[in-house]
């Protein structure tokens, strides 16, 4: 597909404000009555954390990725972090509640920004954390102690990828922390056709070597990776069965033609994870010398909670 004759018909590209906006909607915004159908109760879109081999449920795996992300980044009370893609909420509203953190948290999702904000009202946290409709990009000169940011920079396509990671890096104080959770190719970053034109528009996965060399031209250091590869493959075996359990629910809603394209994507996604062609891993990252404002070791992170 990459010769010259059939690179017309591959998708085209483009990450701007407005792009990103479009492509953000248009998958997110199917509805959260889709998503509910098969997703777990937390309403998590990404890679869960099984601490007990296959045994775990899905949304005792995706609480455990939760708190599995928070604490490395050794949270302290009072202090505040940035959720970059926020999704539907989980990750930042359990900041907020259990580590006493003031969070924000961006999505250029309406449906999911209207989600969170009622769960905002409804828990009682409204000073403690606010939601915003708008991209990461227009956050101007705030900064916060730590940045989370699950699943995103999947959206920001190579020519982006390097601006993103310096927004990382402006928006944390001095000694900051982030954990950067994401899809990553060790062979090197690619692109999916059929994905982008008919699941995730925009959709780019970079390369290992690439993300490393983008972090430290941002001017961060990395304190600690983790591969996750065959936890997102066990997550997407279970949403595939989640969802082929409501299939005539999803059919009813969306069409034949969409049932068996999301199908599709999620069982190609399982068996890329199962094949090493994808992996997801999670970078820890600090503004300064690496691990300056961490414990001395690792010991920290598997904390039961």
């Given at each position: 597909?990459?010769?010259?004759?059939?690179?017309?018909f591959l998708p085209k590209q483009k990450h701007t404000e407005k792009q990103s906006q479009e492509?953000?909607?248009?998958?997110?915004?199917?509805?959260?009555?889709?998503?509910?159908?098969?997703?777990?109760?937390?309403?998590?879109?990404?890679?869960?954390?099984?601490?007990?081999?296959?045994?775990?449920?899905?949304?005792?795996?995706?609480?455990?990725?939760?708190?599995?992300?928070?604490?490395?980044?050794?949270?302290?009370?009072?202090?505040?972090?940035?959720?970059?893609?926020?999704?539907?909420?989980?990750l930042m509203l359990t900041a907020a509640k259990e580590y006493g953190l003031k969070v924000t948290?961006?999505?250029?999702?309406?449906?999911?920004?209207?989600?969170?904000?009622?769960?905002?009202?409804?828990?009682?946290?409204?000073?403690?954390?606010?939601?915003?409709?708008?991209?990461?990009?227009?956050?101007?000169?705030?900064?916060?102690?730590?940045?989370?940011?699950?699943?995103?920079?999947?959206?920001?396509?190579?020519?982006?990828?390097?601006?993103?990671?310096?927004?990382?890096?402006?928006?944390?104080?001095?000694?900051?922390?982030?954990?950067?959770?994401?899809?990553?190719?060790?062979?090197?970053?690619?692109?999916?056709?059929?994905?982008?034109?008919?699941?995730?528009?925009?959709?780019?996965?970079?390369?290992?070597?690439?993300?490393?060399?983008?972090?430290?031209?941002?001017?961060?250091?990395?304190?600690?990776?983790?591969?996750?590869?065959?936890?997102?493959?066990?997550?997407?075996?279970?949403?595939?069965?989640?969802?082929?359990?409501?299939?005539?629910?999803?059919?009813?809603?969306?069409?034949?033609?969409?049932?068996?394209?999301?199908?599709?994507?999620?069982?190609?996604?399982?068996?890329?994870?199962?094949?090493?062609?994808?992996?997801?891993?999670?970078?820890?990252?600090?503004?300064?010398?690496?691990?300056?404002?961490?414990?001395?070791?690792?010991?920290?992170?598997?904390?039961?909670?």
């Open positions: 597909m990459r010769a010259s004759k059939f690179r017309k492509d953000i909607q248009s998958h997110y915004d199917i509805g959260n009555d889709f998503y509910k159908l098969w997703l777990d109760p937390t309403m998590t879109y990404s890679c869960a954390y099984f601490t007990n081999g296959n045994t775990d449920d899905l949304e005792a795996a995706q609480i455990a990725k939760v708190h599995h992300i928070l604490q490395k980044l050794d949270p302290k009370p009072g202090k505040t972090l940035l959720d970059i893609g926020c999704g539907w909420g989980t948290g961006v999505t250029l999702s309406q449906e999911q920004f209207d989600l969170v904000n009622k769960k905002i009202k409804d828990m009682g946290l409204e000073d403690q954390a606010e939601v915003l409709l708008e991209d990461y990009r227009e956050l101007g000169n705030r900064d916060f102690d730590y940045v989370t940011s699950v699943g995103m920079f999947e959206h920001v396509g190579s020519e982006n990828l390097g601006e993103y990671f310096k927004d990382v890096a402006k928006y944390l104080k001095p000694h900051g922390i982030a954990l950067i959770h994401g899809i990553t190719r060790q062979q090197g970053g690619a692109t999916n056709a059929w994905i982008n034109k008919y699941i995730f528009p925009g959709g780019y996965i970079p390369g290992l070597v690439e993300i490393v060399s983008r972090i430290e031209e941002a001017n961060l250091q990395i304190a600690d990776m983790e591969m996750l590869r065959r936890h997102y493959q066990r997550t997407l075996e279970i949403w595939d069965k989640n969802f082929n359990d409501h299939r005539s629910e999803v059919e009813g809603m969306l069409g034949e033609r969409f049932a068996r394209m999301w199908d599709m994507y999620l069982q190609a996604c399982a068996a890329s994870f199962e094949s090493g062609n994808i992996d997801v891993i999670q970078y820890l990252l600090t503004k300064g010398p690496s691990g300056k404002s961490l414990p001395m070791t690792r010991q920290y992170m598997l904390n039961d909670r």
